[in-house]
């Protein structure tokens, strides 16, 4: 590799906040490119998806009760 790669394709590299929330929401959409996948696997770690994946579900869930709450009091 030389100096001029993109440091995001190694595998040393983290990921942003963009990224990780860009593949929670894939996640649960069940879409994911394997570039991004692969991504994924090299520059983050489980633990960060899970606390991302689990955040997200709650807010999700929570969302669905309010949601299901507004509907049944109108």
């Known amino acids: 590799m030389t ?3 993109n440091d995001t394709d190694t595998p040393a590299a983290k990921l942003s906040w963009r990224h990780l929330l ?3 929401f894939a996640a649960a959409l069940g879409v ?3 570039k991004n996948r692969e991504r994924d696997f090299s520059g983050g770690s489980p633990g960060m998806f899970i606390v991302a994946g ?3 579900a709650a ?3 929570g969302s669905l009760a309010l ?3 507004w509907i049944v009091a109108h």
């Open 54 to 56: 689990l955040v997200f």
């Open 32 to 34: 994911q490119s394997a």
């Open 3 to 5: 100096n001029s790669d």
């Open 59 to 61: 807010i999700f869930v």
């Open 67 to 69: 949601l299901v709450q």
């Open 22 to 24: 860009q593949s929670i």
